[in-house]
């Protein structure tokens, strides 16, 4: 994989038109599981009009994602997308599990502003709670990765904050 690194997505890059917005070379190369870390949202983004996802260590707990395999010349616009230059996001190396028990070294990224863990996500606060649209967006982008089932049915339980406005993303998308 010389010239090429592997991401981890988890939020909106799940779903394919998001990612190549910023990052054409990225191609689907699976999915994968990073354990002892759970999903939750934190930091209003102004993007999106709700707060945004991260990932946050607990053990026992998992996070389902898709793996891209990116071009290296992609990781800074990969980095600006998710704002590590602001210090929204932080970028780490992690290992993931794919379905066939294979592990994988993939780059994540976390926010450098870590939500105090819930019991469950559900119980979110208000200020807390993704929007509408960026919701559907992860929960589109898990079903288009092909996440399983039973972590596509969390991510429908999680609630939204009611906001359905516009997000000045650059693309249409028809999942509203």
Same mark, same amino acid.
């Given at each position: 994989?010389?010239?090429?690194?592997?991401?981890?997505?988890?939020?909106?890059?799940?779903?394919?038109?998001?990612? #190549?917005?910023?990052?054409?070379?990225?191609?689907?190369?699976?999915?994968?599981?990073?354990?002892?870390?759970?999903?939750?949202?934190?930091?209003?983004?102004?993007?999106?009009?709700?707060?945004?996802?991260?990932?946050?260590?607990?053990?026992?707990?998992?996070?389902?994602?898709?793996?891209? /395999?990116?071009?290296?010349? #992609?990781?800074? /616009?990969?980095?600006?997308?998710?704002?590590?230059?602001?210090?929204?996001?932080?970028?780490?190396?992690?290992?993931?599990?794919?379905?066939?028990?294979?592990?994988?070294?993939?780059?994540?990224?976390?926010? /450098?502003?870590?939500?105090?863990?819930?019991?469950?996500?559900?119980?979110?606060?208000?200020?807390?709670?993704?929007?509408?649209?960026?919701?559907?967006?992860?929960?589109?982008?898990?079903?288009?990765?092909?996440?399983?089932?039973?972590?596509?049915?969390?991510?429908?339980?999680?609630? #939204?904050?009611?906001?359905?406005?516009?997000?000045?993303?650059?693309?249409?998308?028809?999942?509203?």
């Amino acid at each position: 994989m010389s010239g090429k690194f592997l991401y981890f997505a988890y939020g909106s890059n799940l779903l394919q038109k998001r990612i #190549h917005l910023d990052n054409p070379s990225a191609t689907r190369s699976g999915i994968g599981k990073l354990k002892n870390y759970r999903l939750d949202f934190n930091r209003f983004s102004k993007r999106w009009g709700g707060a945004s996802a991260t990932i946050v260590k607990k053990e026992g707990a998992h996070v389902w994602g898709a793996l891209w /395999t990116l071009d290296n010349k #992609h990781m800074e /616009t990969l980095d600006n997308q998710e704002g590590v230059p602001q210090n929204i996001y932080k970028a780490l190396t992690i290992e993931v599990e794919c379905p066939n028990g294979e592990k994988k070294t993939c780059r994540v990224y976390e926010q /450098t502003n870590i939500p105090e863990v819930l019991e469950n996500i559900t119980d979110i606060p208000q200020e807390r709670k993704p929007s509408y649209i960026y919701l559907k967006i992860i929960q589109e982008g898990a079903k288009e990765s092909g996440l399983p089932d039973d972590y596509q049915q969390f991510l429908q339980k999680i609630p #939204h904050n009611g906001f359905k406005g516009h997000t000045d993303l650059g693309l249409k998308l028809d999942i509203v």
